[in-house]
């Protein structure tokens, strides 16, 4: 077996006594090492594929960032981001309310670090694919990265740059329970304003 992963590695067979258990053992975990994507998105030592409320809301604290909003039956929570990114000012998580699984993260960053930014990016996960958009100046930058969907563009509403980290599928699920929560909160709003005379 050692002898088998040496030449498929193309290194120099070892010799017959090293095919050991313990050689055989330490092979395998090589071998799966090697075989972990190296470009994994992570956010504060997170891999995001596999993040989860928990895992990641604790990161950011532990980072920096402080709560600054819970959203009702908690599909998202935001945190004041200008201590862990000094570009940014805000930062909103969103999870699965049922699973608790990553669904995204989003940077509010300042309008004039937006080049900063971009290049920042660049320089991580390599070159964008470009979409354009109405104007010249409010383009989209997007990186996909193991089912990670990576995105920088400039918002007219915040005078600002959202940075966009999404687990496409979740981020779908957690879009839906948010608008079902916006729904009741207006029904709610609705029966309290018929209550009232």
């Avoid at 992963?5 to 092979?27: E, G, H, V, W, Y």
């Avoid at 669904?103 to 290049?119: K, Q, S, V």
């Avoid at 029904?187 to 309290?192: G, H, K, L, R, T």
């Amino acid at each position: 077996m050692v002898t088998e992963i040496a030449i498929r590695l193309r290194l120099k067979p070892l010799p017959r006594s090293a095919d050991t258990p313990q050689m055989n053992r330490f092979l395998l975990i090589f071998a799966l090492l090697l075989s972990l994507p190296a470009s994994a998105v992570e956010l504060f030592g997170v891999p995001l594929v596999s993040a989860d409320k928990g895992s990641l809301g604790f990161a950011v604290q532990r980072a920096g960032a402080s709560l600054q909003k819970t959203e009702r039956n908690q599909v998202f929570e935001v945190f004041d981001s200008s201590e862990i990114l000094d570009t940014s000012y805000r930062l909103y998580l969103g999870f699965d309310v049922q699973t608790g699984r990553f669904g995204f993260a989003e940077y509010y960053i300042r309008r004039l670090a937006h080049d900063t930014m971009l290049e920042r990016l660049k320089d991580k996960y390599g070159e964008p694919a470009v979409t354009p958009g109405e104007f010249l100046t409010d383009q989209r930058y997007q990186w996909q990265i193991d089912g990670i969907d990576v995105s920088l563009h400039k918002a007219r509403g915040c005078l600002c740059s959202r940075l966009l980290y999404s687990e496409p599928t979740v981020h779908e699920a957690v879009r839906q329970q948010h608008a079902q929560v916006q729904k009741q909160r207006a029904d709610e709003a609705v029966e309290s304003f018929r209550k009232a005379f």
